[in-house]
Nanobody
Framework: QVQLVESGGGLVQPGGSLRLSCAAS????????MRWYRQAPGKERELVAR????????NYADSVKGRFTISRDNAKNTVYLQMNSLKLEDTAVYYC??????????????WGQGTQVTVSS
């Protein structure tokens, strides 16, 4: 059974940091590129960051560039999203997803259930 389980979300003040984790099981994690998406209330789902199979290539949305870092540990079947200098507009449900290719063409094959991140003073 394929599972992507996100954790690490929560309530944080503006300027604070959070580290999201996504633990994968039920498929060959090291054969998939990984992505983090987010969806804020009333808005469309947004691709935040993606990472290649080996972790050598990463890409970020302009809105998070320089503040967020995506990484992966293939030995632990886990992808991470380090979020620093959080802003109110980062408030959203964050989802991890597994895709067959690093490029943006194909939709992800698997999705997690999401973890809530709330930035508030």
């Amino acid at each position: 059974q394929v599972q992507l389980v996100e954790s690490g979300g929560g309530l944080v003040q503006p300027g604070g940091s959070l580290r999201l984790s996504c633990a994968a099981s039920g498929f060959t994690f090291s054969s998939y590129a990984m992505r983090w998406y987010r969806q804020a209330p009333g808005k469309e789902r947004e691709l935040v960051a993606r990472i290649s199979i080996t972790g050598d290539s990463t890409n970020y949305a302009d809105s998070v560039k320089g503040r967020f870092t995506i990484s992966r540990d293939n030995a632990k079947n886990t992808v991470y999203l380090q979020m620093n200098s959080l802003k109110l507009e980062d408030t959203a449900v964050y989802y991890c997803a597994a895709a067959l290719v690093y490029g943006l063409g194909p939709r992800p094959s698997y999705w997690g259930q999401g973890t809530q991140v709330t930035v508030s003073s």
